[in-house]
Every structure is written in C-alpha cells, then in structure tokens.
C-alpha cells in the first residue's frame, strides 16, 4: 500500500490533473459567484499532499519546460477569447484560472505524447 502511494504522488499525471481540476472548477465558480469564486484558488494549496516528487530526471524537466511553453501560447489565445465573450469578468482572476487550466491541461498532453 505505501509503494502504490508513492506511486500515485510521484506521478506527472496526477499533478497535471490536479492543476486542469482545479483550474476548470475556478473557472465555472468565477463565473456563477463573481469575484467571491475565487475562493477556489485556496484548493491548490493541497498540491503539496497530493504531489510530491525529489528527483526529477532531465526527460521530466524537458517535458515540464515544454508543457510551460506550450502554456503562455494557450493562455493568450484564450485570455483574448473571455476579453471578447465575458467582457464585465474580473480580468486577473480570470487570468489565473486560466492559466492553471490550460498548464494542467498543456502538461497532461505533453506527457501523454512525449
């Protein structure tokens, strides 16, 4: 049982996961309660517990810049579409949901093909 937690803590999958959950329920709050949405962002305070890793080795760090790269490109395309569909949202908040959505989403990808 300690090997197969160790297992799930140390996995890319889940950290990525994790981010694209959080960031998608962040999302959906901000929307429906406003700024007080937000709240949600105290979730990621859990990621610590949840992922945990010493040693990274350099294919890792390789596919986690890459996945930061692929990241800033996602999250200007899509910051400009909620600039233009929701243009009364907080633009900050908006922005940091976003940009955990997409690292998380971008990360689960490049892990999967890479």
């Given at each position: 049982m300690r090997s197969f937690m160790k297992n799930i803590r140390e996995n890319m999958y889940v950290r990525f996961g994790y981010e694209t959950f959080v960031g998608l329920i962040g999302f959906?709050?901000?929307?429906?309660?406003?700024?007080?949405?937000m709240s949600v962002m105290a979730l990621i305070a859990f990621l610590p517990l949840i992922h945990w890793k010493k040693h990274f080795d350099e294919?890792?760090?390789?596919?986690?810049?890459?996945?930061?790269?692929?990241?800033?490109?996602?999250?200007?395309?899509?910051?400009?579409?909620?600039?233009?569909?929701?243009?009364?949202?907080n633009f900050i908040c908006a922005l940091a949901l976003v940009s955990l959505f997409f690292h998380g989403l971008c990360g689960l990808i490049v892990f999967l093909t890479g």
């Amino acid at each position: 049982m300690r090997s197969f937690m160790k297992n799930i803590r140390e996995n890319m999958y889940v950290r990525f996961g994790y981010e694209t959950f959080v960031g998608l329920i962040g999302f959906i709050s901000l929307l429906i309660f406003g700024e007080k949405g937000m709240s949600v962002m105290a979730l990621i305070a859990f990621l610590p517990l949840i992922h945990w890793k010493k040693h990274f080795d350099e294919r890792e760090y390789q596919l986690f810049y890459k996945a930061g790269n692929y990241t800033f490109v996602t999250v200007y395309l899509g910051m400009l579409l909620i600039y233009f569909l929701f243009p009364s949202m907080n633009f900050i908040c908006a922005l940091a949901l976003v940009s955990l959505f997409f690292h998380g989403l971008c990360g689960l990808i490049v892990f999967l093909t890479g």
